[in-house]
């Protein structure tokens, strides 16, 4: 079993920046892959970024490509990290980290066996 814990979620204007973290526990060695999510209020969960964990081959969404990076700490290492830059107020809501196997990163909007709990991000205009 595989338990993710999201952190670093927070509020702050727009142009702002935060960094969000997912740690991984449990037996992670079937774990290729791992991305963020994003849920807005009333709308549906929608890919953000994700990252392969061996080579960290990395994708976007169109919303957040060139401003949001992801980040692991090392090959095959428990830590994947969402930098989120020049955010604006269109980028709020709940961000949910997630891993599953296997390597293929698109569609970003794809099945993943393990969800963290989610860290709320508020940017205000």
């Known amino acids: 079993q595989v338990q993710l814990v999201e952190s670093g979620g927070g509020s702050t204007e727009t142009g702002g920046s935060l960094i969000l973290s997912c740690v991984m526990s449990?037996?992670?060695?079937?774990?290729?892959?791992v991305a963020w999510f994003r849920q807005a209020p009333g709308k549906e969960r929608e890919g953000v970024a994700a990252i392969r964990r061996r080579d960290g081959t990395t994708e976007y969404g169109d919303s957040w490509k060139g401003r949001f990076q992801i980040r692991r700490d090392s090959p095959g290492g428990r830590v994947v990290t969402l930098f989120a830059n020049s955010l604006k107020p269109e980028d709020s809501g709940k961000y949910f980290c997630?891993?599953?196997?296997?390597?293929?990163?698109?569609?970003?909007?794809?099945?993943?066996?393990?969800w963290g709990q989610g860290t709320q991000v508020t940017v205000s205009s």
């Open positions: 997630a891993a599953g196997p296997g390597l293929v990163l698109i569609p970003l909007n794809q099945t993943y066996a393990y």
């Open positions: 449990g037996d992670i060695s079937g774990i290729g892959r």
